[in-house]
């Protein structure tokens, strides 16, 4: 589900979710390829997603990364807890990573879907030393050129766009117009959503594409 803060409690949550991400990869020293999963679908990584006033609101980033990591690892941090005088990239990955909710109407569940996390951190540089929209643009001209979710959850299932058509009863050339983007499938019936994401094993929002609109 996508929230839509007023801009105050946005800044909130992108900060938190920031200096989680930092404390979590540089303090406790969690591989970030590891850490951004396990959060997404943790407890308090679904409640902080979902814009639960407690996780989001309630603790800063630092104790939101301790308390996934009780949840995680059912154990306490008991080093010393230091605030960093700098930021790292892994605090702008966060931080970008909120910015791409809000520039392209998507839950923070659904970014690593849609962009892969080793490409993101690597556009660290330059884009951290520019304006975001130059990153967003960036981001919204790489959509453009590649496949969409539709097509991506249909490989990863190994599945031809004919046997897509066959296990859900949505016809060939719909998935086909959806897949060439001819078609906005986020106006598709919802039975054929709903049927095709059966057949693909996922959420009928993990289908619909992001806009890319740059606001």
């Given at each position: ?68 990591y009780h949840e995680i690892y059912g154990a306490y941090w008991s080093d010393e807890i230091q605030v960093q005088d700098t930021r790292s990239e892994f605090y702008w990955l966060g931080w970008m ?119």
């Amino acid at each position: 589900m996508m929230f839509e803060y007023p801009k105050s409690d946005f800044d909130v949550f992108q900060r938190h979710f920031a200096e989680a991400m930092e404390f979590a990869i540089v303090d406790i020293q969690l591989d970030f390829d590891t850490f951004i999963p396990l959060f997404l679908t943790s407890q308090i990584g679904q409640d902080f997603v979902s814009g639960s006033p407690y996780a989001v609101f309630g603790m800063s980033g630092i104790e939101l990364a301790l308390r996934f990591y009780h949840e995680i690892y059912g154990a306490y941090w008991s080093d010393e807890i230091q605030v960093q005088d700098t930021r790292s990239e892994f605090y702008w990955l966060g931080w970008m990573m909120c910015e791409i909710t809000r520039w392209f109407s998507i839950s923070l569940d659904r970014v690593p879907q849609i962009f892969p996390m080793e490409a993101l951190l690597e556009m660290y540089h330059p884009f951290h030393e520019m304006d975001t929209s130059s990153m967003m643009l960036s981001l919204s001209e790489k959509l453009r050129s590649s496949e969409t979710q539709l097509a991506k959850f249909r490989h990863h299932c190994h599945l031809t766009q004919e046997q897509l058509a066959q296990q859900s009863g949505v016809h060939l050339r719909s998935i086909q117009m959806y897949e060439q983007r001819h078609n906005d499938i986020s106006k598709a019936q919802g039975i054929s959503l709903s049927r095709m994401s059966k057949v693909l094993h996922c959420r009928i929002e993990d289908l619909l594409e992001p806009k890319v609109e740059i606001q």
